[in-house]
């Protein structure tokens, strides 16, 4: 693409990163294949003042592409890093993307096509497909993918097509944000799916196919796993606060599982009865144990041994999250009254 083409420019692409050195590279390399059937698209990666050797890779491949822009996010968190790339995207459309990913050669072209076969719908993508590179990754990818690790989340269900509650990497129409506004910049997690149930709660419909592909990298070890999901879950309260009403019901139900648990064992203490307290876990742990059996079908045994890890994780760091933000929002709360 040449400059003297700005104008006709049907896409902007929007990558926040911060020290993504190990896939950013991976992550152009597979926009820059795109399909274009004769449009224009640009690349705007918004980075967080990366220290590690992403700048000097980003330097090196935009050196080579016109078409790709760097955007300095010098508050170094996602939304405004969402925002700076909107404000400065000249595309029809905008697609939010992540640097953990890579995309089809035409997952540009078939958000389009949804765009033309639904006019009525604002956001498109498809369901996001984990993947991961070590075992514990493949597991990770593998309950991500499942409803015994995320529930009722359509829009990590690889085959799933419909209308959803929000997507992933997002192609957005460029006038939902003259209509809905910009991304909350005080949501340092989900201010993505925020961004969807904003639009959802103003009458914005989202459709996910599984035509538009593209795969994510999940966490690859225990702590980045835990922290992720402890963030999740922790910044949830946040998004709650703001509109009053859960976004999804299965947001709310690892932390009551958990603190369910927790108050059985104090009951339990009390009356002296062990079976009450290791009734809910023997059942958690049975429910873990089969998945696990049944996932060695496809996958194997050095990879399924994780899995029961893995969902425990998702649920506890989740549930964990979730009630230290509610402890937080408690206490902030007795501390303006008093």
Same mark, same amino acid.
């Given at each position: 693409?040449?400059?003297?083409?700005?104008?006709?420019?049907?896409?902007?692409?929007?990558?926040?990163?911060?020290?993504?050195?190990?896939?950013?590279?991976?992550?152009?390399?597979?926009?820059?294949?795109?399909?274009?059937?004769?449009?224009?698209?640009?690349?705007?990666?918004?980075?967080?003042?990366?220290?590690?050797?992403?700048?000097?890779?980003?330097?090196?491949?935009?050196?080579?592409?016109?078409?790709?822009?760097?955007i300095d996010n010098p508050l170094k968190v996602t939304p405004s890093a969402f925002n700076l790339g909107i404000l400065n995207a000249k595309?029809?459309?905008?697609?939010?993307?992540?640097?953990?990913?890579?995309?089809?050669?035409?997952?540009?072209?078939?958000?389009?096509?949804?765009?033309?076969?639904?006019?009525?719908?604002?956001?498109?993508?498809?369901?996001?497909?984990?993947?991961?590179?070590?075992?514990?990754?493949?597991?990770?990818?593998?309950?991500?993918?499942?409803?015994?690790?995320?529930?009722?989340?359509?829009?990590?269900?690889?085959?799933?097509?419909?209308?959803?509650?929000?997507?992933?990497?997002?192609?957005?129409?460029?006038?939902?944000?003259?209509?809905?506004?910009?991304?909350?910049?005080?949501?340092?997690?989900?201010?993505?799916?925020?961004?969807?149930?904003?639009?959802?709660?103003?009458?914005?419909?989202?459709?996910?196919?599984?035509?538009?592909?593209?795969?994510?990298?999940?966490?690859?070890? *225990?702590?980045? =796993?835990?922290?992720? $999901?402890?963030?999740?879950?922790?910044?949830?309260?946040?998004? +709650?606060?703001?509109? #009053? @009403?859960?976004?999804?019901?299965?947001?709310?139900?690892?932390?009551?599982?958990?603190?369910?648990?927790?108050?059985?064992?104090?009951?339990?203490?009390?009356?002296?009865?062990?079976?009450?307290?290791?009734?809910?876990?023997?059942?958690?742990?049975?429910?873990?144990?089969?998945?696990?059996?049944?996932?060695?079908?496809?996958?194997?045994?050095?990879?399924?041994?994780?899995?029961?890890?893995? *969902?425990?994780? =998702?649920?506890?760091? $989740?549930?964990?999250?979730?009630?230290?933000?509610?402890?937080? +929002?408690?206490?902030? #709360? @007795?501390?303006?009254?008093?």
């Amino acid at each position: 693409m040449q400059k003297n083409h700005e104008e006709n420019i049907l896409i902007s692409i929007i990558i926040p990163c911060r020290n993504e050195e190990k896939f950013i590279e991976e992550t152009l390399s597979s926009l820059l294949q795109q399909k274009c059937n004769g449009f224009d698209f640009e690349i705007l990666v918004v980075d967080g003042m990366s220290d590690d050797r992403t700048r000097k890779i980003l330097s090196e491949i935009s050196s080579k592409h016109t078409n790709i822009r760097i955007i300095d996010n010098p508050l170094k968190v996602t939304p405004s890093a969402f925002n700076l790339g909107i404000l400065n995207a000249k595309g029809k459309y905008i697609s939010i993307l992540g640097a953990h990913a890579e995309y089809a050669s035409d997952f540009l072209l078939k958000n389009l096509e949804l765009m033309e076969s639904f006019p009525d719908v604002e956001c498109t993508g498809g369901p996001i497909i984990s993947k991961g590179k070590s075992n514990f990754a493949k597991a990770v990818s593998i309950a991500m993918s499942n409803p015994i690790g995320v529930g009722n989340a359509k829009h990590r269900f690889p085959d799933y097509e419909g209308f959803a509650e929000m997507a992933c990497f997002p192609t957005f129409r460029r006038e939902v944000f003259e209509k809905y506004g910009l991304y909350d910049e005080s949501l340092i997690k989900n201010q993505d799916d925020e961004y969807c149930f904003r639009m959802r709660l103003k009458g914005g419909k989202i459709y996910l196919s599984p035509k538009v592909k593209s795969n994510y990298f999940v966490r690859d070890n *225990v702590v980045k =796993l835990f922290s992720q $999901y402890y963030q999740y879950g922790k910044w949830r309260i946040a998004v +709650l606060l703001k509109h #009053k @009403i859960p976004i999804s019901y299965r947001q709310q139900i690892p932390a009551l599982f958990f603190l369910t648990i927790a108050f059985l064992f104090i009951i339990a203490f009390y009356f002296n009865n062990i079976y009450l307290a290791l009734f809910l876990p023997v059942i958690y742990i049975i429910i873990l144990m089969g998945f696990a059996l049944y996932s060695l079908k496809r996958e194997k045994f050095s990879i399924i041994w994780h899995l029961p890890t893995v *969902v425990f994780i =998702l649920h506890f760091s $989740y549930a964990v999250g979730y009630i230290s933000g509610f402890i937080k +929002l408690s206490i902030n #709360k @007795i501390r303006i009254i008093f």
